[in-house]
């Protein structure tokens, strides 16, 4: 499964962190890469684009109600939600699924 990350950090900043953590993805599309931040949809767009898929073929993994969900559910790509502090979902926003952790999400994507 090819991965996308997606970012507002500057690409600089992010290749550092990847690089100090030793993980490669398959691509990588910042804020700065796009002049855009999310939730406006530049960003997500670029990443379909690197993946050559639909919205509806793309999920979208992010913490931030504001910029990750809200973003997503704009362009109708479905969202996993990482919720760690166990916030409530606002009732105009739509989940793919719920976790607690990455681990969670891992397990939840193999019974898939």
């Known amino acids: 499964m090819p991965v996308c990350v997606v970012s507002n950090i500057d690409r600089s900043d992010l290749e550092a962190a990847l690089e100090y953590h030793g993980l490669v993805f398959d691509h990588v599309v910042t804020s700065e890469d796009v ?5 406006r949809p530049e960003v997500f767009l670029e990443a379909m684009g690197l993946l050559g ?3 509806h073929d793309l999920l979208h993994v992010g913490d ?3 910029s990750d969900i809200a973003g997503a559910n704009a362009l109708g790509v479905p969202v996993a939600w990482v ?3 166990g916030r409530d979902l606002p009732a105009d926003m739509t989940l793919w699924a719920q976790v607690e952790n990455l681990i969670e999400l891992a397990d939840l994507l193999q019974r898939e």
Request: no cysteine.
């Open 64 to 66: 931030s109600l504001s």
């Open 53 to 55: 898929v639909a919205a």
């Open 35 to 39: 002049r855009s931040y999310k939730p």
């Open 83 to 85: 919720n760690r502090s």
